[in-house]
């Protein structure tokens, strides 16, 4: 026991038996934590709160399947910190989800809603499952009783699901009604991301797509005013990893602003074409097929060429682990911006960044989703709906002022964009578990 060590080096403590720490995305958070803690000289003891999630429920979902046999899922909703507020973060149906990986994504969530002010927590949840082989009717089956397995530990007040990789607006209805029956009332407070007619939020299903994209136009004005770059994004080359609900959007609003897209890839992989793809059609064909595979109008590539394809701008969108020590070198982009949660390891990240390379980092890029998230719940709460323009335009005030509190932080400690975004994270986190102290 005592030869081990941590993912950052230090000796294994004791107290822990290391159940959250088998996951590459867990043992990386951790790192860039410590890192950022260094770097702008963090209270220990709050950086040993921060290191673990406050609560975990692991539970064991049966489900009747189609075929009358009963399947047996296992799923996880991990709190991760509340100081600032209730539990916020997605639910992810994916089969790589476990106790680890949900409890990094939870830390994230509260790094990313400190970031950019929220009044709110980080949670994440999740079912270990492929979406794809599931009936609607097992899917709906599988979310009701996931909820109810849940329930005493979500709600408006305590901790706020949303949807995530593999779930919808569908499996927000179905979350909010399972809630909704066993309290005996109608309560959309308790997820976000949910459909329109049973109070969404008007332009939420586009916030994360469209935030990724309005932080590369910061980082593009960034870059000229340091005299590091010259962009014009409508003359800029693009690609986007997954093609799904944020890597569309992405595509699609880097497409209207003139800018290239000549590559997107899903699970099965990429196409590719140098003029540019048409993306509103590439987008008809994935609504109709479900997948890019067969796309006419391009050539096929792999996932690992798309990353090494020469462009300026990469947004890898799809999941964590994407760019690595195996394939860092590969990467010709000069600006990326984090789509996904996690995309990137701390090493490619640090290696990327000595080659000059912009790093919008995931909690300040993809935060559009969790602050239409905590607009939509706000309007629910005083049944009061705003329209798109309003929505768009305070989503567009709360990415720019969060990416100078970066682009500030970065320049004071001399570091890239990661770092001082987990910076500016813990400033404001430190100061309010320092001031609620620590009970009893
Ligand atoms: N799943 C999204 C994220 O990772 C959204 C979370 C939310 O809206 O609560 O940020």
Known sequence: MSEQTSPSNTPVNPLRSGIYDTSPLYQNAVMDLEFAGTTMGIDPNVLERLKLPKRALCVNVPVRMDDGSVKVFEGYRVQHNTTLGPGKGGIRFHPEVNLSEVSALAML????????????????????LDPSQLSRAEQQALTRRYTMEIINVIGPEQDIPAPDVGTDGQHMAWMMDTYSMAKGNAVPGV????????GGSLGRPESTGRGVIYVIEHAIELLKKKNLGNFV??????????????????AYELFIRGCKVVAVSDYFGGIYDKNGLNIPEVMKYMAANRSLKGYPKAEVITNEQLIGLPVDILIPAAIDGVVTKANMKNVKAKIISEGANGPITS??????????????????ANAGGVIVSYFEWVQGMQQFFWNEKEINEKLAEVMLRSFNRVADNAEKYKCGMKTAALISSVERLSQAMLLRGLFP
């Open 109 to 128: 969530m509260t790094m990313k809603c400190s970031l950019v002010g929220l009044p709110l927590g980080g949670a994440k949840g999740g079912i270990r």
């Open 191 to 198: 997820v976000t991301g949910k459909p329109i007619e049973i």
């Open 233 to 250: 994004l409508k003359e800029c080359s693009a690609v986007v990893h997954g093609f799904g609900k944020v890597g569309q959007v992405a």
């Open 347 to 364: 090493e490619a990240q640090h290696y990327l960044e000595s080659q000059g390379v912009t790093i919008i980092p995931d909690i300040l």
